[in-house]
């Protein structure tokens, strides 16, 4: 069975999700090989990011199975994932993350 879908999540610890055409406020976003649907709470663009899950404020934004970002409010799920609601990692962040890494594990 073919199931239309109109989103990507790349990596199954996304949690966000990638339109492949502008999405409009309320329509319904299926994403690929999962029961995954959501509804848009604004207009999306195509290629921009849609949340699947609730990010909190402060929480990792995550795409390709990385941190892309930190959100600077509260994202819900169906909001376009953009600029104004996320900022890029600094260097602090950068190094945070590094020494969570156990790489005797690795």
């Not at 055409?21 to 090989?33: A, H, M, Y």
């Not at 949340?51 to 909190?56: E, S």
């Not at 020494?99 to 594990?105: Q, S």
Request: aromatic share 6%; net charge neutral; proline share 2%.
């Amino acid at each position: 069975m073919n199931k239309k879908f109109n989103a990507l999540q790349l990596d199954k610890r996304d949690n966000v999700a990638v339109v492949l055409e502008t999405v409009r406020f309320g329509q319904l976003i299926s994403v690929q090989d999962e029961m995954k649907n959501v509804n848009a709470s604004t207009t999306i663009p195509y290629g921009h990011k849609v949340a699947l899950v609730f990010i909190p404020k402060g929480e990792e934004v995550i795409k390709y199975g990385e941190c892309m970002g930190i959100a600077t409010a509260d994202i819900a799920i169906g909001d376009h994932v953009h600029v104004s609601n996320v900022r890029g990692l600094t260097e602090k962040d950068k190094r945070f993350r590094k020494e969570e890494i156990n790489f005797e594990n690795i």
